[in-house]
């Protein structure tokens, strides 16, 4: 028996592209009121206006704390609640630790671990009103970590750290708390990496293999929203078949 998303209000942070506005759509088409979060407004409203389903676009950047708690005031003044929160902005910027420019783990560690931490911070009073989900989109990277990766693993670690003790704190109160861990998704990630050398690997690798599709995670997102609320699906790590680490 699956629960229906009827209904349903879901955040969704990065959703202007990739996983994020894949996982906004399946959400939307399931029957869930989804706000969008991201800087490109331009790239959430003309998700909005495709969707099927009532979407709210919210102009955010993760990497400020009152953004964020603007962004989730916001969801909730418009659909009244909030039940499940898809934490999924994200950079990976990848290069050596030798000579690596700190600004781009300044950058990493704001986006992908605090940011996602802020979102956390600001949505669990209403998630345990609602008692609610939050999926946190980490990675492969955030079981292992690779030469090149460290600063994006270490964020992504982080992410699965601070997960496992939201879930111990919030459980028992009906708030489920989900890890998700693709591998590698066609998407836009890899166009921010500054280093040509990780840039071409990054090409390689994507030509080396089928890769997964935003759509193949959001299908993922989807099934662990869906269970039965005495069902929590804490953790799903997805890797294209074709993918050896
Ligand atoms: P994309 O680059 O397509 O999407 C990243 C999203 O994050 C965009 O919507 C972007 O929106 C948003 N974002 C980035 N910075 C900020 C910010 N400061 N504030 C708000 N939103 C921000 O990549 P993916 O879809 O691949 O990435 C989504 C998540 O999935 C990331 O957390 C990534 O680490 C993770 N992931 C991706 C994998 C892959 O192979 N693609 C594998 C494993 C995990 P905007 O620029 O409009 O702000």
């Given amino acids: 028996m699956n629960t229906s998303l009827d209904a349903k209000v879901v955040l969704v942070t990065g959703a202007s592209s990739g996983i994020g506005r894949a996982t906004a759509r399946a959400l939307s088409k399931a029957g869930a009121r989804v706000a969008v979060g991201g800087r490109r407004a331009d790239r959430l409203a003309s998700l909005a206006r495709e969707a099927s389903g009532e979407m709210l676009v919210l102009?955010?950047?993760v990497t400020d704390a009152r953004s964020?708690?603007?962004a989730v005031a916001a969801t909730?003044?418009?659909?009244g609640a909030l039940d499940?929160?898809?934490?999924?902005?994200g950079v990976m910027l990848s290069g050596?630790?030798?000579g690596a420019d700190i600004t781009e783990w300044t950058r990493m560690v704001e986006t992908n671990l605090l940011g996602s931490m802020y979102t956390v911070h600001a949505a669990l009073p209403h998630l345990l009103a609602s008692k609610g989900t939050v999926v946190q989109i980490s990675s492969t990277s955030g079981r292992i970590s690779s030469a090149a990766s460290g600063a994006y693993a270490a964020t992504k670690f982080g992410i699965t750290a601070f997960s496992e003790a939201l879930r111990q704190e919030v459980t028992e109160q009906g708030v489920r708390v989900v890890v998700i861990e693709p591998g590698f998704v066609s998407t836009e990630l890899t166009s921010h990496?500054?280093?040509p050398?990780?840039?071409a690997a990054a090409n390689s690798m994507a030509e080396s293999m089928r890769t997964l599709d935003p759509d193949d995670i959001a299908a993922a997102v989807l099934y662990a929203v869906t269970q039965p609320d005495h069902v929590a699906v804490n953790e799903i790590l997805i890797r294209p078949t074709d993918q050896t680490r």
Avoid at 76 to 79: C, D, Q
Avoid at 84 to 89: D, H, P, Q
């Fill in 59 to 61: 102009e955010m950047d």
């Fill in 68 to 70: 964020v708690r603007d």
């Fill in 76 to 79: 909730v003044e418009r659909f």
């Fill in 84 to 89: 499940v929160v898809v934490n999924n902005a």
């Fill in 96 to 98: 050596a630790i030798l």
């Fill in 193 to 195: 990496i500054t280093d």
């Fill in 197 to 199: 050398a990780m840039q």
